[in-house]
């Protein structure tokens, strides 16, 4: 397998990408929910500042990986897959790359509406260009609240459609996402 897509199957970095934003985006979504039900205080704070840590390495990687995408050749849906499913499949992965970066964006605006920066594990803070704005502030809290759903609803059927197609189409759609499986 190369770095590369080609026309049958993805490369290796496509894979590598896939698999950690896959993993950031569970993390943040277990912590954003955890944090949500504590008090004020510094295991709140704690949880936040690695929330807002990992948030700033997925949007990273969700860029090299948008980048990387249109550098490459995208594989074909497997032969015998009927229209509407691969349809559906490319909806899906649209609308997924279109609500992880709403939330990243909205998750951004909170944190530079209140004034503050991206913590990057306490390396770096990244800037915002955004002024302090109380009103702005709960806006995009609520828009935050909110957007996880969607994409989270989408992860759900994103993973349905792989294991439809691994187990009941039985086709190579899931092996060639796989790391480390021939
Ligand atoms: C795709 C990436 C992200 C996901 C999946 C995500 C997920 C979540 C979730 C599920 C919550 C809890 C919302 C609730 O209480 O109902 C949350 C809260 C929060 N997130 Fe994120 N988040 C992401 C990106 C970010 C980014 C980039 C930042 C900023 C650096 C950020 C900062 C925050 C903050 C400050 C809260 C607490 C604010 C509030 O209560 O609304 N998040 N996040
Ligand atoms: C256990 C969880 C997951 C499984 C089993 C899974 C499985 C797969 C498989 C098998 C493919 C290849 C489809 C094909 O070859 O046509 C794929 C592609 C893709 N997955 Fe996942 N995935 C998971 C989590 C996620 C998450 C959390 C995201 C959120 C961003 C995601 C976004 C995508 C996208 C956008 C593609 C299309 C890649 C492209 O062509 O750009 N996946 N996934």
Known sequence: MGLKNNNSEYGSLARALHWLVAIGLFVLI???????????????????????????????????????????????????????QSTVSSLVHWGLYITVFAQLF?????????????PVFGLFTIPLPVTENHDAHEWWEEVHEFAWKPLAALIIVHILGALYNHFIAKNDVVRRMMIGVK
């Open 30 to 84: 277990y912590l954003g929910l955890e944090q949500g039900g504590m008090e004020r205080g510094d295991e709140r704070s704690r949880i936040r500042f690695i929330h807002a840590s990992i948030a700033a390495i997925t949007l990273m990687l969700m860029t090299i990986r948008v980048v990387w995408r249109f550098m490459n050749e995208v594989p074909a849906k497997p032969d015998g897959m009927p229209a509407w």
């Open 106 to 118: 909205a998750g951004a605006m909170v944190v530079g509406t209140g004034g503050k920066g991206i």
